[in-house]
Antibody, heavy 121, light 109 residues
């Protein structure tokens, strides 16, 4: 069974930094593109960043480009999101998701329960 | 960049009735759409991919259809567990971007 468990969230002051982690199990982690999606309180889903299986291709949304950094360690079956220069509008639950690429699209077939990041002074 | 607009924002339905949710794309989609369900306090769950294929374990009362710019998620005979927020999602090849609609909340009437 696929399991994704996020950790590392917490309360941080504006301008601060955190590293979010996602521990994966139940599948061959090294063969999947992985993604971070966030959800501000009471709001919808927002794609944040994706990294392919070999870390060769990395993408960010415009809202986090230059401030966030995604990485992975296939030997540890782990995904990371280094979040820097945090702002109040970065307050959200951050979900780790596994991406599946099919012949007719790309979608997220497994999700973790998320880790909450709160940016406040 | 493709923008996905979902309607309505909120849908009030009685248990046992059907619900039809729409997702309109700002440009014609060459690749399929996905739909997700998010129950209160839970992570999103994949329901439909490729516009019309149910994900593993998804009940047959959920169906997806559409192509081009208009896509639909239909839920037949709503059960209590179906009252949730539903999101559509699409992937653009270039620039690589994953886009979600703003969501439709299906609430008990």
């Amino acid at each position: 069974e696929v399991d994704l468990v996020e950790s590392g969230g917490g309360l941080v002051k504006p301008g601060g930094s955190l590293t979010l982690s996602c521990a994966a199990s139940g599948f061959t982690f090294s063969t999947y593109t992985m993604t971070w999606v966030r959800q501000a309180p009471g709001k919808g889903l927002e794609w944040v960043s994706s990294i392919d299986s070999t870390s060769r291709f990395i993408y960010y949304s415009d809202s986090v480009q230059g401030r966030f950094s995604i990485s992975r360690d296939n030997a540890k079956n782990s995904l990371y999101l280094h979040v820097n220069s945090l702002r109040s509008d970065d307050t959200a639950r951050y979900y780790c998701a596994r991406e599946y690429t099919g012949y007719n699209g790309d979608w997220f077939d497994s999700w973790g329960q998320g880790t909450l990041v709160t940016v406040s002074s | 960049e493709t923008v996905l607009t979902q309607s309505p924002a909120t849908l009030s339905v009685s248990p046992g009735e059907s619900a039809t949710l729409s997702c309109r794309a700002s440009q014609s989609l060459r690749r399929g759409l996905a739909w997700y369900q998010q129950r209160p306090g839970q992570a999103p769950r994949l329901l439909i991919y490729g516009a019309s294929t149910r994900a593993t374990g998804v009940p047959a009362r959920f169906s997806g259809s559409g192509s081009g710019t208009l896509f639909t998620l239909t839920i037949d005979s709503l059960e209590s567990e179906d009252f949730a927020v539903y999101y559509c999602q699409h992937y653009d090849n270039w620039p690589p971007t994953w886009t979600f609609g703003q969501g439709t909340k299906v609430e008990i009437k």
